[in-house]
């Protein structure tokens, strides 16, 4: 049961796509306090009441003890002191004695006060105009489903993007990405898509492509395609200001850029100096924008990842004179504490500062919006420009897209990934903890920068990153210029990359139906282990632990030197350990806490009881989804009774989803898996 | 056995106390190689192979997979990416198949590659003029045994100041001293000591005091003496520049400042924006700025803290006019990526830099060094200065004393505080990692900033971090200006804090004799579990809980919202399980791993086998160690067989440490603890 409150005049996001009747009166859950500028809504926790969602956001599975804020933000050290992040995610889940979900759709700032301020008290303060949803449900899993249901779909991305990926802000030409094809495939490891990060562009500007560095564009595309390597170039927020650069004179000619106070194209300042920020609010500029794309899909493109669109301001062009002034006083004095920090603060406060998203604005077709009052909206609209023109681009088939910024709506046109982690065990550990809450706001298409993006990587990091990404939808390693080169084929034991790469294409017949089950039934891919172990107070505390689809649990080794790991196993569960595809063992273990070691070149999973998993037979030349074996399976299983298992299958690019020819159902029995948990050739 | 290995003409830096020969040919442990600019030692290391040591570095026990850089640096991020801290702590421990320490006495940059590079390889670079340390040994303890004697006994605080403490950048008067005093002891909440940060001083000068704030500051400082309260003031390594400020004068007039280039005082700017450095390598300069700490010690302070001193620069006049000049040319220009990036750096790289590091000069008693050639001996100088004072000053009674950075050899003079943390949990964690690895550089006097330095404590997070702070020496709850107020009392929940502050109060006569073993004895008071355990593989890879003293092992919880945590016993212990003095459960358990139950508010520990500690008796008004009972004790003990403790008492102020008059062994017996583990009323 979904209930709808209304307060003041809400802005409409897109966010929700079902139309729930307005309620009167108080919602049961919280109390509500109206001011003159907020909605307040507060209650008291019980010890062992959990919070759960707000997706993209630091600290645990269970939100406790922290204020989170939804206040889109370029932000690249994800520390735990951090409000926000890049997207903003209003929905969560209050988990004690009774359960109810609430997502609070206002595209400004809100603050989830989950017990800092008091320990024991929830005060959520969202903006006057909102529209609030509670959710009633006794089953975390079916308050999630309804919520899902209310806000759609999410994302298909296709087959190909669900292989191993590569990136890196720094490949500058073809020859940068023919290396790193080679150096993984001359190396048997496969790899299915490079990154075009910033460095393809002329001077930074949208829809260009550098010809020094790419001189015959659509020529290597297709060299690429030859190898069935996928390029996906990055596209940016701000188009440069730039005289005869036909992105920046068509959207001055046609107002599709956001104004200043005094009606006059918005200028900030972002990669390549001065730039405007298309409308994406405004219908006639999002499709406009969404265009754009289509010059980069002629040329072969099949795949973007839209950057910066919190939107990310380095400087205002106002703000930047200003502080320039005020430096150049400084000049000749003697800077002491006050005034030393405050000229660093200056510099600081140049970037993303909130007094320059409070001094533009949007047409919302007719509407004039202060930019601060719709932040949260910019990056899901300017991927809803993508998504909204790729149907009428290429109406039959999927176009990989991601974005860094997101509302609870996006999902529905794209996946994000975490945005710029960095090269820390405790960003792994973050990453595993922010996948379920991603997943309850519907964002299914996603996963970190493996190794971390900012930093020095290291060998064993990247490893045991990996041994938890094969599991993410998103699976890219990507790391920012300056770092140490972090491609698996610079490190000292390739063998391990290898086996390990290897493992999720075997996997990937499972990891797909999952993934479709999650997107077409409104489920969720990643789930903490409460969602299906409700009764288990035990299950409930685990943070490192997750659900992965319907048969699997994953317990990933995020600390440094680890030789293993303490387990929870919820259930009686098959553990599988492998460091190939090929070298596998099997044991049963009983419910219970273990202590399992798990050697840095190891995989171990678990699979549920009565439950099992298709794996892909993989020759030696699996290179990339193009050369997977796909008519017959290998099946995993733990059953003592029975089994049954949807699989899921599709020509892994169009959009047409229909259940009797893509789903099939296989059945098992405890026999079948007699011989060492493992059936052979069932086409 | 100890073979000392020099190479070129190193530098005297006082850090060891023994003379030891030198030896020929080359170290067995690892291969030396001499270039122009640096000794390189590199050994392979083998999978299982840990390192230990190096002081105050960032990431686990096991240091192994990271590049750890001496080069004292102010630092308040301490992420894992962080390759120098305050400190420069050059003994390291390589534990395998064959064990054997090794210390760098070189007072610049050297660098422990640990198997950040290639993961197998540890390799060390240090200055072409060195000392190299290999001490041999087959148990850890006896190796850092050895090195201990090798560098000299440990400092020794006066008792007083293993109590509670608090202190917060931003106590700006008499009346806020008083407040916390009072939030403390009205509450009944033990409190011995209040730190007086920067904000004491007038405009940030070395032993001055703001008459302001604190009109008649001696008699202030009897007022709280009345209550057993100290105040303990801070004592920056700059000296304002300013006419007429006798320090500042005098330091000119004598020549007892820092030289540029130029044979002039080196300008650089900390808090009060322009200052000189002392030379605190010269041991007429030393002698002079120690004698300073007299005239605060004559208004009845006993208790110090050096801080700034590695030392923090914000700036040097000379790159602050070149940055002015760069970024006033900036203004008008298109700043791009490249340049307003650019504009940050220089910002940025103003503070701190190794540029302005190798632009000034010691005169180390008539040779001119480059400071950046013995950077990291200046804390542990101007540390030392204080000591020696302090000797000459107060020869019989001991002065609370500890520094930011340090360098080897400062153990002697003083502790340190870990610096400037964050209130993140996993700080919480660093905190306990970093001890054992202090101890065994022989500083024993040491803990965080417990609720976090840096950024907005939450109750829980304070609340957990003292469960742990209750057994470090230091025990300082600490905050920066504009962060939550943190004191206990500004909590929900008071009673838990006064529970487990209490329980300090219990442990004293067990924490203070350990701590004076630790230092007499040249052991250390924290220790990794593989010290005890070197047989036990699984206890090799244990990094979050500790053994304290001989008698204790502690697993403290250090993650939010956990309910408990895994602890792997080594060997059957008592499981201590408290919520307040009077509110106790012991329980024996069996080697092996465990999933224990911790509430917020409880401490657990554990006694070893055959162990046991005393307790002191807490009347209900204990509020400072002064009102601590100390002529009788309850003992707890796990004994199946018979036990033996050798306890510490002394006046805890003077400075004779008499073996026979302080140290008292009792004997106990299985049956005398078959009452609940405890024994009432020993004398």
Chains 1, 2 share one sequence.
């Not at 307005?22 to 010890?47: D, F, K, W």
């Not at 001359?186 to 550098?210: H, Q, R, S």
């Not at 109406?395 to 982690?421: A, K």
């Not at 789903?663 to 098992?668: A, D, E, Q, R, V």
Request: proline share 4%; with cysteine; net charge negative.
């Amino acid at each position: 049961m979904i209930r709808r409150f209304v307060f003041g005049q809400p802005i409409e996001t897109g966010a929700v796509v079902q139309d729930i009747p307005v309620c009167a009166g108080e919602p049961e859950y919280m109390t509500v306090t109206e001011t003159e500028e907020a909605i307040i809504l507060s209650r008291t926790m019980a010890e062992d009441d959990i919070v759960y969602g707000l997706g993209e956001q630091v600290r645990g599975i269970n939100k406790r003890g922290f204020s989170y804020i939804s206040n889109a933000s370029d932000d690249p050290v994800h520390t735990e002191e951090k409000h926000s992040l890049y997207g903003a995610h209003n929905f969560m889940i209050l988990a004690g004695d009774s359960n109810f979900g609430l997502f609070v759709d206002d595209p400004g700032k809100v603050v989830f006060d989950a017990g800092e301020t008091q320990i024991d008290t929830l005060t959520i303060t969202a903006g006057k105009n909102c529209v609030i949803y509670f959710i009633d449900g006794d089953d975390l899993k079916e308050i999630v489903h309804q919520f899902r249901g209310l806000i759609g779909r999410s994302y298909i991305a296709p087959k190909w993007a669900f292989g191993y990926q590569q990136s890196r802000w720094g490949y500058e030409c073809e020859d940068d990405v023919r290396r790193v094809v080679r150096g993984h495939h001359d190396n048997g490891i496969p790899l299915e898509a490079v990154y075009m990060d910033i460095d393809y562009m002329e001077d930074f500007k949208d829809f260009t492509i550098d010809g020094d560095k790419f001189p015959d564009f659509p020529a290597f595309v297709e060299e690429m395609k030859q190898q069935h390597v996928h390029l996906v170039p990055i596209i940016d927020a701000g188009v440069k200001i730039e005289k005869d650069y036909p992105v920046y004179e068509e959207g001055v000619r046609n107002d599709y850029f956001c104004k200043d106070e005094e009606g006059n194209d918005f200028v900030a300042a972002v990669w390549p100096g001065r730039v405007h920020f298309p409308d994406v609010l405004n219908s006639e500029a999002r499709k406009w924008f969404g265009n754009k794309y289509q010059w980069l899909i002629d040329q072969g493109i099949d795949g973007f990842w839209n950057d910066m669109n919190e939107p990310a301001i380095f400087y205002s062009d106002k703000r930047l004179k200003e502080a320039m002034d005020e430096i150049i006083s400084m000049k000749g004095m003697n800077l002491d504490i006050h005034s030393f920090f405050h000229l660093k603060d200056i510099v600081r406060e140049l970037s993303n500062s909130a007094e320059d998203y409070a001094s533009f604005y949007h047409d919302m077709d007719g509407v004039r919006v202060r930019h601060a009052d719709v932040h949260n909206l910019y990056g899901y609209n300017m991927t809803k420009a993508a998504g909204e023109a790729f149907d009428r681009i290429a109406p039959d088939r999927r176009i990989l897209m991601f974005s860094r910024s997101s509302y609870i709506g996006m999902h529905r046109y794209g996946g994000i990934w975490t945005g710029d982690n960095n090269a820390w065990w405790s960003q792994l550990l973050l990453s595993i903890q922010q996948m379920p809450a991603l997943n309850m706001c519907g964002i299914l298409y996603t996963g970190s920068d493996i190794g971390g993006f900012g930093g020095d990587t290291t060998e064993d990091l990247l490893l045991r990153w990996l041994e938890f990404g094969i599991f993410t939808p998103l699976m890219r390693n990507h790391a920012a210029i300056g770092t140490r080169e972090q491609e698996v084929y610079q490190f000292t034991h390739l063998d391990n990359f290898r086996n390990i790469i290897r493992i999720r294409y075997g996997l990937l017949p499972y990891i797909y139906s999952e993934y479709m089950k999650a997107a077409l039934k409104d489920e969720m891919y990643f789930r903490p282990l409460a969602f299906d172990y409700p009764q288990d107070k035990q299950a409930a505390g685990v943070e490192d632990q997750l659900l992965v689809g319907e048969s699997l649990m994953i317990a990933p080794v995020y600390k440094q030197n680890a030789k293993g790991r303490y387990v929870y196993l919820p259930e009686d569960m098959l553990m599988v350990r492998m460091s190939a595809m090929d070298n596998r063992s099997c044991e049963v273990m009983e419910k219970g806490h273990y202590y399992i070691e798990i050697a840095l070149n190891e995989l171990v999973f678990f699979v549920r009881k009565n439950h099992v998993l298709p794996l892909a037979r993989l020759g030696d030349s699996v290179l990339t989804t193009a050369d997977l074996e796909e008519s017959s399976y290998e099946w995993l299983g733990y059953v003592t009774d029975q089994a049954e298992y949807e699989l899921y299958t599709d020509d892994g690019i169009s959009k047409d989803y229909i259940p009797e020819e893509q789903w099939k159902i296989y059945s098992f029995t405890a026999e079948d898996f007699a011989d060492n948990f493992s059936l052979q050739n069932i086409d």
